[in-house]
């Protein structure tokens, strides 16, 4: 395989998590928070102490912290790392996983907030690896978080119809010219994967008193196996 090859591969696999991945999130945070309360929703207490908290935690940019605390949010303009956050930590009626938010991820288990942490994980498998490990890995890869986010589209009771042709016309054509979208997209990637690093700071702080046995039982395997994607 040539490195062009590669290089086109990893630039599909970020612009689908960049456009398809957050329309499927879009339709995630629309079925939990309809677009008639999502004002109400923003300028609600508990979703601007939890919004404070992240950009205090520097998992929201100052500049993400004033647009979802404007008062007039567009989630038109949010992008997937955003959505994801505020799925995350913001909207109580998505639940927690099965094994909990930092548990190992259960198969059994299609809640929508475990398919976040299935997300995030297929986002760690595309970004933390050199470019060259996608030889023999793109199919498999492309699959995986195209079923991801067609099924995350049908849990929210919507037609998947729009999403599979988006999906199935970045899978064919090629990616053409548009230097400056990509690097958009990689942005928006890079950003959501520094919150999930302060993220991990954080927990690392609160369990700095426990024995590394105790650090590893809390943070458990998804802990590890981020950082091996980071030490890559």
């Given amino acids: 395989m040539m490195a062009s090859d590669w290089t086109e591969h990893y630039r599909k696999l970020t612009t689908l998590l960049a456009t398809a991945g957050k329309d499927s999130l879009l339709c995630a945070f629309d079925f939990f928070v309809p677009p008639k309360q999502m004002q109400e929703f923003f300028q609600n207490d508990i979703t601007r102490c939890r919004l404070k908290e992240l950009c205090q935690y520097d ?5 993400q912290y004033r647009i979802l605390t404007s008062g007039n949010v567009s989630t038109d303009n949010l992008d997937i790392g955003e959505l994801f956050l505020l799925l995350r930590y913001c909207v109580e009626s998505v639940g927690e996983p099965q094994n909990g938010w930092e548990g190992e991820i259960d198969p059994g288990d299609k809640s929508m907030a475990t398919d976040l942490l299935r997300l995030r994980w297929l986002r760690n498998e595309i970004f933390f690896r050199p470019v060259h490990s996608l030889e023999g890995n793109f199919d498999a890869l492309w699959s995986q978080v195209r079923s991801l986010l067609l099924r995350i ?7 998947d119809t729009p999403l599979e042709s988006q999906v199935s016309t ?3 054509q090629a990616l053409v010219g548009n230097i400056d979208s990509y690097e958009h997209y990689r942005r928006c990637i890079s950003t959501w994967c520094s919150a999930d690093m302060k993220r991990f700071e954080i927990l690392l702080h609160n369990t700095r008193r426990q024995s590394l046995p105790d650090l590893i039982q809390v943070s458990s395997n998804n802990f590890i196996q981020y950082l091996s994607h980071v030490s890559l």
């Fill in 170 to 172: 970045l899978r064919t």
């Fill in 153 to 159: 589209v049908r849990s929210c009771n919507q037609d």
């Fill in 59 to 63: 998992m929201l940019t100052a500049d």
